[in-house]
Each structure stands twice: as C-alpha cells, then as structure tokens.
C-alpha cells in the first residue's frame, strides 16, 4: 500500500476527531476527539518517515516526532482531566455548553 | 498481497472503531471502541516498520490516556441523554466538504511521491531511537524538555485536582 491510502485513512481519522469535538457533547468527550486528532498527526508522520524518499535507514525523525506527540498527549490528558473533574465539582455538569461562567 | 489484506483489516478496526466512539449513544462504551482505534494505530505502526512505537502506543494510549479517560468518565457521571444530532449534521457536513477538498489534494499529489521511494525491508528501530535520543547533536535537549513538561503535567494536574477545603468545612 503507497502513502496516500495512509494518508487517506489519517484524514478519515482526522475528520472523526474533528467531529467528535465539534459535537460537544461533554467535555471529556472533547478529548477523546483531541486524542483521535493527535493519533491521526501521527499516523502521517510514520507514514511519511517510511516513505522517505532514500529509504528510513537512519532517518527516524519522523517516528522521534511521534513519539514526542505521544508525550505531549499523556501531559495534556492528565491536565486535561484534572481540569474537567474540577469543572465537574464547581458546576456539576461537563457539558461544553452549560459551562458559561468563568467563576461562580 | 499479505500487506494490502492486513492493510484493510487495521483500516477496518480503526476507522470502524473511531465511527462507533463518534456515533454511540453512550459515552462509556465510546471510550472503549476508542481502545479498538489506538490497537489497529499500533498495527499501521507495525506496518510501517515503527515497532517501538507501537509498543508505546499499546502501552501510553491503550494503557495510560484510555484507563484516564475512563476514570474521569467514571468520575464524573456524564448525562447521556442526546439532544444534539442537528449540530452533529451540521458538523458531518461542514467537515465533510472540506475532507473532500482534503482527500482530492491527497489522492492526486502523493501518488506521484510513493513510487519515488524505494523501499527496503525495515530492521528493528529500538535502538537506533534511543541512540538518536541520547546523542547531543540530536534529541537530547528536546528529550529532556519532555522529561521536564511531563513532571510539569504530574505536578500540575495533582495541583488541580486535589480536594479544596473552603472555610465553612474546616
């Protein structure tokens, strides 16, 4: 399989993710949809690191980058979550939508 | 052939589990077809001769973000009750234009790139990765940054969630 069926299921994946956050419907589920996008960035770089023009022999910048995504990633889900059982306890709801005051 | 087949098997769980945690009605069973979308990303992974970073996948995602995932789930009690699939359409469709637009400029520029390369079978790449993370004139700044924002994020998010006493409960 060449590069574009990756990249075509990295922008499907993308897309899902996009989707799952423009929908909103509470705020962990917002980050799930963070993680699938974070997922799909990575699938490209692995995709392209692969077919590197040259071969990937002693080029792994792409799967470096990924891995730093993949560190990013555990960072912000465990703020991340942090944050939504605060939001949780201050409001009682983690609907994006009711959450309209930035201090009660 | 065995490459196309397994090829099609990973796109299936994946994209299939990523369309089961964006439509289901509820959210806890979402964020378990969730763990079906990071395995098939490690299978791709092992695909594409990134064994090391498959392992981390199973092991940081399917092990660590999704077991976090759930226990907020769990501790939060999420309503389920869905009121929103006009504003999911909308979404689907606004998204949905502009994948089109996407999947055009990838279908037609890369088909080019793909036969550019010619590719070797991939060796194990464990090594060389710690190698390249260890040498000064390579990653070793940016992976001790990383060390230093993953306790940052420790640090941080106990901080955050940790219980406040206000005054009228001491």
């Known amino acids: 399989m060449g590069l574009s069926a990756y990249l075509t299921v990295g922008a499907l994946l993308f897309l899902i993710g996009l989707v799952m956050v423009a929908a909103r419907r509470n705020l962990i589920y917002v980050l799930m949809g963070l993680e699938l996008i974070l997922n799909a960035a990575n699938l490209n770089l692995v995709a392209f690191n692969r077919f590197r023009p040259g071969g990937m022999?002693?080029?792994?910048?792409?799967?470096?980058g990924a891995i730093f995504v993949i560190i990013l990633a555990a960072a912000e889900a465990a703020i991340a979550l942090a944050i939504v059982l605060n939001v949780h306890s201050l409001f009682e709801t983690i609907r994006p939508d009711d959450i309209d005051a930035m201090k009660d | 052939m065995a490459e196309t087949v397994s090829f099609f098997f990973f796109a299936a769980i994946t994209i299939?589990?990523?369309?089961?945690?964006?439509?289901?009605?509820?959210?806890?069973?979402?964020?378990?077809?969730?763990?079906?979308?990071?395995?098939?990303?490690?299978?791709?992974?092992?695909?594409?001769?990134?064994?090391?970073?498959?392992?981390?996948?199973?092991?940081?995602?399917?092990?660590?973000?999704?077991?976090?995932?759930?226990f907020g789930l769990m501790l939060t009690q999420p309503d389920t009750n869905e009121r929103r699939m006009g504003r999911i359409l909308a979404a689907v469709a606004v998204v949905g234009t502009g994948a089109l637009a996407f999947w055009e400029?990838?279908?037609?520029?890369?088909?080019?790139?793909?036969?550019?390369?010619?590719?070797?079978?991939?060796?194990?790449?464990?090594?060389?990765?710690?190698?390249?993370?260890?040498?000064?004139?390579?990653?070793?700044l940016p992976f001790e940054f990383a060390s230093i924002v993953l306790l940052a994020g420790l640090v941080g998010s106990v901080y955050i969630a940790r219980r406040r006493f206000r005054e009228e409960e001491l």
């Open chain 1, 57 to 64: 022999e002693g080029h792994l910048d792409g799967q470096i």
């Open chain 2, 16 to 70: 299939g589990c990523a369309l089961l945690a964006l439509l289901h009605r509820n959210v806890v069973n979402s964020a378990f077809s969730l763990l079906g979308t990071l395995l098939g990303l490690a299978g791709f992974y092992v695909m594409l001769g990134a064994d090391f970073l498959a392992m981390t996948q199973v092991l940081i995602y399917a092990g660590g973000i999704l077991v976090l995932i759930i």
């Open chain 2, 105 to 140: 400029k990838i279908g037609v520029a890369t088909w080019n790139a793909v036969e550019v390369a010619e590719l070797g079978e991939p060796g194990g790449t464990v090594r060389e990765i710690g190698l390249e993370f260890l040498r000064r004139d390579s990653w070793l």
